[in-house]
């Protein structure tokens, strides 16, 4: 079934290179917006197909391009946020390793695997389905989907593959969409992990498809996805003989990756999840009549009802059939039982979580600009979410299931100025008035200001908020085979304040921030869940600089970070991501970039890996860093075609002891080479 799926998006993607369709419809500034909910604040980042790739002021606003237009959607507002296209042509290698999901992260080895990022202010708040959080890089939500708007048929087709049968690991995407008329567009995408792992037990599937369209004109904006993702990730418990990785040559005999000795087999976690979005928009208005010579008439909108709808299902299922009967201490227990203190059921590991959401808001908006004198745009809304779980519980002596139904209105504005030059501003705030979130808040505001010197723009901005976040009903209540709790956590409370500086003379972005957390939740050293009633401070500077001599370019993103309680929330003192490549344009038609690359960080007690829990916990037995990730690799972009060949963890051959690994008990793959192909099709 698959494979035909795959042929006839295949066919349909090759003929969109030969059909001709409608022109596109670049909606106008007053229906683009900059992110009201970004964190990552300005100055926005060129599109790197179309510059240099080094970070400067970009103002999306006014990008035209020429084949597509392309946008986010905020789920609340209804606001399309215009984001650049996938047309990198510059570092795209990097695009499509773990480790290029960060200046430093943590992950169990293949492309598809369980990630967390390692620079705090990357990581977003616990979801209420948490198992799915492992994999923020795969997911995607309705606020993340791109849509499309375009002038013929797009296509893009994307394959990586890297090793050797049989532990080959590959991913290929695809994306089709086109126009029927001017005003509708209808897309479908599709994205295939199937890695085997270098590693014994490792194997890492993802199968995701989305559907997804828009259907624009004056009055009416509507946008919907329909998208479905499972994902099989077989779980190993991490290698328990590091020599194999440190010092091969101590073993005394010769061995392949997957001979190195592992906690567990025949263990996996499979996630399967749906998800249903639509989102209508009336515009309120009126006719200006253009004074010209065909004396045209242009809408403009006033004010705005909006209505949109979200669907998530969820189910998590962890199992192992790893049943062998061993004796530890001179009890019988299966072999994979051996690796936890506590067993609340005795039959094989069979533990399942299922989640769903019904979330749904109406809000009304005030357009900025729609009069000289309207200097900024306010929306209002009101949402209800209904949640359902279900997992297993304990009847006597018999496994049943326990169900739980809760549901949370919140009220909440936005007041945003987004136009002009000199100011721009993001005010927001959300209450939670009745139900689960009774209580919980969130106050945030950006603000952005930009001023010339010596005819280059500089860009400053800063962000602060203040949030109390009640506690979700999986981290208050979990049962399972090996952890099984019935807590009940006080809320959470964040305050935050950083700022960003641009420099466009010497092309450096500085960016710091601070934030205190009290009643913090997380997941300590015996991997039980705990919150920390007092205070803890993370401080994090960042800089981000670009220098370039002919063809000779040096990125580097350097972060340092700190913490007040490195067991609460541990975090390394300096995080780097070094890229030192030659770029060059050959024939007029091929761009050529040759360099390595590598990131680092101190040593430090990096988070650790639970399998049962699909969480990261704070382990204080071993410090993971002071070892670089680099990789030697050619970037090739040839029209509408982008190649690369990679040498992964290159520096393995020389950096002895070898020490890459990414979390504890998790190397990351060998040295190896990797391939990778982009092609985009379109008139």
Known sequence: MKKMIFIALWISVCVSASMAQARVILPDSTQMTTNPDSVDLLPRQVPQGLDHGHEEPFDTINLKLPAATVWHLHPRSGDRIIVPMDTLKYNFQQTTVPDGYSVAGGYLGPVGSPFISKIFFERDETGQFPFYDAYKPYNKSPGQQIFYNTRVPYAKLDYQTAGTRPLREQRLRALLTTNFGKRLNIGLEGDLINAKGLYKSQENKHNDWGLFGNYLSDRFETHFLASTSTLKHFENGGVTDERFIREPESVGQNFSTVDIPVKFTNTWNKIKTDQLFFSGKYNLGYSDQKKDSLNSSEFIPVASAIFTSHYTGQDRRFLSYDTAQVTVEGKDMQRIDQFYPNRFYNTAVDDSTTFSSFKNTFALSLREGFKPWVKFGLTGY?????????????????????????????????????????????????????????????????????????????????????????????????????????????????????????????????????????????????????????????????????????????????????????????????????????????????????????????????????????????????????????TVYANMHLKQTRFFVMLYNAASAVWKPREYFSLPGYPVNPMMIKLGLSVDLHN
Do not use: C
């Open 382 to 630: 009101i949402e209800h979410e209904l949640r359902n779980f279900s997992m297993i519980d304990s009847v006597n002596t018999t496994i049943g299931r326990t169900k739980h139904r809760e549901s949370s209105v919140f009220i909440g504005g936005i007041l945003n100025k987004q136009q002009g030059e000199n100011l721009r501003f993001n005010l927001q705030a959300n209450l939670g008035v009745v139900g689960a979130d009774l209580g919980k808040f969130n106050l945030e505001g950006e603000v952005e200001t930009g001023f010339n010197i010596a005819g280059k723009r500089t860009l400053l901005s800063g962000h602060a908020y203040v949030k109390n976040i009640t506690t979700n009903y999986l981290q208050k209540h979990y049962h399972s085979k090996y952890f099984w709790w019935d807590k009940n956590f006080g809320d959470t409370r964040r305050v935050f304040l950083g700022g960003k500086l641009y420099i466009p003379f010497t092309n450096t972005t500085l960016s710091a921030g601070v934030e205190n957390l009290q009643n913090y939740i997380y997941f300590d050293k015996d991997r039980n869940i705990a919150q920390h009633s007092s205070n803890v401070q993370v401080l994090s500077v960042r800089v981000d600089q670009y220098m370039k001599l002919g063809i000779f370019n040096w990125d580097n993103q350097v972060v340092y970070q700190t913490s007040s309680d490195q067991e609460v929330i541990p975090v390394p003192m300096v995080s780097i991501y070094s890229n030192m490549y030659l770029k060059a344009l050959i024939a007029k038609e091929l761009t050529l970039q040759f360099g390595v690359d590598a990131h680092y960080h101190t040593s430090y007690f990096s988070p650790g890996y639970e399998p049962a829990l699909l969480q990261f916990y704070n382990q204080r037995e071993k410090e993971i860093g002071n070892y670089p990730i680099a």
